[in-house]
Structures are given as C-alpha cells and as structure tokens.
Nanobody, 117 residues
Framework: QVQLVESGGGLVQAGGTLTLACGASGLTFADYAMGWFRQAPGAGRDVVARISGSGSNLYYEDSVKGRFTISRDNAKNTVYLHMNSLRPEDTAVYYC??????????WGQGTQVTVSS
C-alpha cells in the first residue's frame, strides 16, 4: 500500500521561503512522475508543479513559475517543493501525489502553508 507523508509547511510572511517534502513508501518511486497539489479553502485541489520519474522533465503552473522549484531524490523516495517569494494567495494545504496515471494514490494528510501579508 502506497503511503505519502507531506511535511515542511508553516506560517511565513509574504516574501518568505519554505521547503516542503513528501516521503513515499510502498512503491518503486522512480517509476512514477510526481506532482505537488494545493487546495485553498473552498477551492479545488490543483496541481502546481510536476516532475518526471527521472527528474529531467518539470512543469509549473503559471502562478508559481519562477518562484517554486520541484525536485526529487529517488534514493530517499522523496519529492520536494522549494517555495520562494511566497504570497498570501499561496496559502493552502499542499499535497503530493502521482501525476499522469489513471488513478491517484491515497492522499496523505497534506501540509498547511499560511502566508501572512
């Protein structure tokens, strides 16, 4: 059974920096493209960044391009999201999951990111 555990969220002032981590178990991690998703109160869960299994192909949603960096360490079964220049509108619960497949893994608990103005 695949388990995803997100960490690294917190409260930060606008312009600040956070790095999120997502540890995965129960899978051959390098076989899966992974993504970071976020869900603000009252909104849907949308992908903000994706990374291929090898880490060579990256995608960013327009609102985070140039500010967020996704990376992965396949030896540690971990995907990261480094977030710079944070804005109040980045406030959300952040989740990781596979992307590009027919189904998602069971969602983890997410990690709350709150950006104060």
């Amino acid at each position: 059974q695949v388990q995803l555990v997100e960490s690294g969220g917190g409260l930060v002032q606008a312009g600040g920096t956070l790095t999120l981590a997502c540890g995965a178990s129960g899978l051959t991690f390098a076989d899966y493209a992974m993504g970071w998703f976020r869900q603000a109160p009252g909104a849907g869960r949308d992908v903000v960044a994706r990374i291929s299994g090898s880490g060579s192909n990256l995608y960013y949603e327009d609102s985070v391009k140039g500010r967020f960096t996704i990376s992965r360490d396949n030896a540690k079964n971990t995907v990261y999201l480094h977030m710079n220049s944070l804005r109040p509108e980045d406030t959300a619960v952040y989740y990781c999951n596979r992307v590009g497949g027919a189904y998602f893994f069971k969602w983890g608990q997410g990690t709350q990111v709150t950006v104060s103005s």
